[in-house]
């Protein structure tokens, strides 16, 4: 088969390295999914997620064009529980209105244009 970067296939875990896992996605066919394009969020033992012979979902990545080399990611089948730069403890719904705004800049701002004229005066 003829694979192109977006495509969603299924493969067979053939491999386990401390860097990745090697999927077999035919008979002629083999693609390296990272330990970073696993699973969202951090993975401490490979085993935890796959183990050899099984059936994954995966979707290519990136195909080098001389070596033909494909990358795979688990990680790209499935959306987050939050998003990434959201603190999930302290702020799980990111985006969320939590009324703050700018209130301190409102503030603050008066004083620094008195101050800021004040400086120009004194240099005049």
């Known amino acids: 088969m003829d694979y192109k970067i977006g495509n969603r296939v299924r493969g067979t875990v053939t491999g386990i390295q401390p860097y990745g896992v090697f999927v077999a996605l035919d008979e002629d066919t083999q693609g390296l999914v990272h330990i970073s394009e696993l699973k969202h969020g951090f993975i401490k033992e490979i085993e935890e997620v796959v183990k050899i012979g099984d059936e994954v979902d995966v979707i290519v990545m990136d195909i080098d064009e001389y070596s033909r080399k494909i990358s795979l990611s688990m990680r790209g089948m499935h959306r987050p529980k939050y998003h990434p730069f959201s603190n999930k403890k302290k702020n799980p719904r990111y985006g969320r209105r939590t009324g703050i705004e700018f209130e301190s800049i409102r503030k603050q701002l008066p004083l620094w ?9 004194k240099d005049e």
Do not use: G, H, K
């Not at 008195?114 to 400086?119: G, H, I, Q, S, V």
């Open 113 to 121: 244009i008195n101050e800021a004229l004040r400086e120009i005066e």
